[in-house]
């Protein structure tokens, strides 16, 4: 096939999947941890901002800026995602870049054309392409680390590790993993730039001190397991990533085995440490090493952190791809394997960014179709009523909710509710989440207004992962 309609072909998949992220940028409900985003960053004015930033997980430059980008752009769930997208879009033509740099010569066009279909079209980074939380960003700014990493510029490289730092611990992680190797190395205006670098997200976590190694944070992350990998190899290939990853180490021995020339099979995998130094591999490797031995001790490794990984693994397996020395049996079964790839990515990688009908789910969550359905009603309760109020700021943002109601309260305002007289005729309790857990979260809300004569009953015919209750005065 003539080289310029391959890479006419490669422009067009790749702006298809980035497109078609963007045009599902609003199909689906904000999950919980996006109107987390929301309540921290949408605030008055940015000393309130700080004042959330300080009970949080995480330091400041991303929800700094998109706060700026609310003032701008408009608070909304529309403007959220669009950050993201915007993102995803930039670190794509970083990682892009940053194969075509690093590989030789004569393999230049051919690193560039893979690294950027593996950028905008597999499943890692189209997850988070259009989700309202930091890992696109975190993403673009590790890419360009890399990047100036690699072209030895100290003064560009440390500007990169502080916004990457600031953005996600796990980028103060792996500079500070890749500050020590440096330094190893004798790479001292690099290894001196990170460390100088750092120091702002250090100060970040001495200000957030009490709240980062209090028992409530990260208390969701578990100790290291196998879980941990299986989940993690998920993102990076969607689902079912054990039997993928056993047809991909097939294909390649097949490849090597009948589709590559003689000097092909002599050679052996490139491992060549130069590349893997300033790709970024070596030192993403001793970050993880190190995340997962700590995470014996204090929990820090998850499966959405390890995002920091691809923009040192992705241009490396697109210069190796690129090395290989394909006879022509070797080139069509490649290119088979590849069309069968995007299209199995296309599939699965969209699946969950689309709405179904009246179900908006997105993560085992479908705040939005909760907000609509008790759009006008007065009084409403709800295990996480944060939650609600701010789903229902996005959909009053977005003119979805025809009306608006009372306040969403919890337990304890259901409570004060029914200490007075006369009762409202009508109360309404929701939940949304996997159906396991709404029905323990919905079980002390449903025995108060119970014991206080209220017959609950569920509500029929409502989208998945919501649980809605509406409770009748008896009295």
């Not at 950027?116 to 890419?143: D, H, N, Q, W």
């Not at 030895?152 to 190797?181: E, K, M, N």
């Not at 130069?274 to 499966?303: E, N, Q, Y």
Request: proline share 6%.
């Amino acid at each position: 096939m003539n080289r310029r309609w391959i890479e006419m072909a490669v422009v067009l998949a790749c702006a298809a999947f980035a497109l078609r992220s963007l045009g599902l940028i609003d199909a689906t409900s904000l999950w919980s941890d996006e109107l987390y985003s929301v309540g921290k960053s949408f605030q008055p004015s940015y000393v309130d901002l700080l004042a959330q930033l300080r009970q949080d997980t995480h330091p400041p430059l991303y929800y700094s800026l998109l706060w700026l980008w609310g003032v701008v752009a408009g608070q909304s769930g529309l403007s959220l995602r669009l950050l993201s997208w915007l993102a995803y879009v930039a670190g794509g033509l970083l990682m892009t870049r940053q194969a075509w740099d690093l590989a030789p010569p004569s393999r230049h066009r051919s690193a560039l054309l893979l690294a950027a279909l593996m950028a905008f079209c597999s499943p890692y980074p189209l997850r988070f392409s259009i989700e309202g939380k930091s890992y696109a960003l975190l993403t673009a700014l590790v890419a360009l680390a890399w990047w100036w990493r690699q072209r030895r510029q100290p003064g560009l490289y440390g500007l990169a590790v502080l916004l990457a730092s600031l953005t996600h611990f796990y980028g103060l992680f792996l500079f500070a993993a890749t500050a020590c190797w440096d330094a190893a190395r004798h790479r001292t205006s690099l290894s001196a730039a990170a460390v100088l670098a750092l120091l702002p997200s250090v100060g970040w976590v001495a200000y957030a001190w009490k709240y980062l190694f209090g028992s409530s944070a990260a208390s969701w992350i578990g100790r290291p397991d196998f879980a941990l990998l299986e989940d993690t190899l998920a993102r990076a290939l969607g689902p079912w990533p054990l039997p993928k990853l056993g047809v991909i180490l097939i294909f390649f021995w097949v490849l090597r085995r009948w589709g590559c020339q003689s000097a092909c099979r002599d050679e052996e995998f490139s491992l060549k440490q130069a590349l893997l130094d300033w790709s970024g591999v070596i030192p993403s490797t001793l970050m993880v090493i190190g995340v997962v031995a700590v995470s014996f001790v204090k929990p820090l490794a998850f499966s959405r952190y390890f995002i920091v990984l691809v923009p040192a693994f992705l241009p490396w397996l697109a210069i190796q791809g690129a090395q290989l020395s394909l006879n022509q049996r070797g080139k069509r079964f490649s290119l088979i394997a590849l069309l069968l790839a995007l299209g199995l990515f296309w599939w699965q990688g969209f699946e969950p960014l689309q709405a179904r009908g009246l179900d908006a789910s997105r993560e085992s969550d479908n705040f939005r179709a909760v907000s609509q359905v008790t759009a006008g009603e007065p009084f409403r309760f709800a295990p996480r009523p944060r939650l609600f109020n701010l789903s229902d700021q996005i959909e009053q943002a977005a003119s979805r909710l025809p009306r608006l109601g009372g306040s969403w309260g919890d337990e304890d305002d259901l409570e004060e509710l029914l200490k007075k007289k006369p009762f409202p005729d009508v109360i309404w309790i929701a939940a949304s989440g996997p159906e396991t857990v709404m029905r323990s979260r919905l079980l002390p809300l449903n025995a108060l207004a119970e014991s206080n004569d209220y017959q609950c009953q569920v509500k029929p015919q409502i989208p998945s992962f919501t649980r809605i209750f509406v409770c009748q005065s008896a009295r």
